[in-house]
T-cell receptor
Framework: DTEVTQTPKHLVMGMTNKKSLKCEQHMGHRAMYWYKQKAKKPPELMFVYSYEKLSINESVPSRFSPECPNSSLLNLHLHALQPEDSALYLC?????????FGSGTQLSVL | AQSVTQPDIHITVSEGASLELRCNYSYGATPYLFWYVQSPGQGLQLLLKYFSGDTLVQGIKGFEAEFKRSQSSFNLRKPSVHWSDAAEYFCAVVPPGGGATNKLIFGTGTLLAVQP
């Protein structure tokens, strides 16, 4: 299994909603990542987990809350988002310096 | 400032023509270098990578890239483009000294269009 699986593929939420994005990999990778990608822009790093501990937080607003419950799962909890948070959210895992990306969750905040 | 630059925002080539996408980096030491491809609304697929050794790197889908230390470049090439190659291409680096986690930094991307 060489895939990173993200669910849901699409999500529409209101500014008062609470939702979660999920990411799963079974490649035994011990580093997992969240990236945010706005339309026609490159992905921007949000969070990095290494051995299930948060190792990098790129000054992301607290309305985004990551969680790594075990070595295969990575969640991104969303609360009180703004319309400007609408974007493609990409999860990745890595073995050494090679990152494997999921196909992303396209998030729209109304 | 440390950066990775893709000078071409948009390139159009004819099907069957050759392709070269440019990438330059600005770091004190040579970073790890990557090329990724992204189709609309999709994740990123790794085409190839360079860490050290042979400066001509072969990747998937018939792509290759050449590392040139003197020019701080890592340009992507393909001898004959297919219509299915139309996508966004990102050059990316892991800066030197990154440690156990790999802070992959992306260039701004080059959008490739292929004419029939």
């Amino acid at each position: 299994d060489t895939e990173v699986t993200q669910t849901p593929k699409h999500l529409v939420m209101g500014m008062t909603n609470k939702k979660s994005l999920k990411c799963e990999q079974h490649m035994g990778h011990r580093a997992m990542y969240w990236y945010k990608q706005k339309a026609k822009k490159p992905p921007e790093l949000m969070f990095v987990y290494s051995y299930e501990k948060l190792s990098i937080n790129e000054s992301v607003p607290s309305r985004f809350s990551p969680e790594c419950p075990n070595s295969s799962l990575l969640n991104l909890h969303l609360h009180a988002l703004q319309p400007e948070d609408s974007a493609l959210y990409l999860c990745a895992s890595s073995q050494f310096e090679k990152l494997f990306f999921g196909s992303g969750t396209q998030l729209s905040v109304l | 400032a440390q950066s990775v630059t893709q000078p071409d925002i948009h390139i159009t080539v004819s099907e069957g023509a050759s392709l070269e996408l440019r990438c330059n980096y600005s770091y004190g030491a040579t970073p790890y270098l990557f090329w990724y491809v992204q189709s609309p609304g999709q994740g990123l697929q790794l085409l190839l990578k360079y860490f050290s050794g042979d400066t001509l790197v072969q990747g998937i889908k018939g792509f290759e890239a050449e590392f040139k230390r003197s020019q701080s470049s890592f340009n992507l090439r393909k001898p004959s483009v297919h219509w299915s190659d139309a996508a966004e291409y990102f050059c990316a680096v892991v800066p030197p000294g990154g440690g156990a986690t790999n802070k992959l930094i992306f260039g701004t991307g080059t959008l490739l269009a292929v004419q029939p």
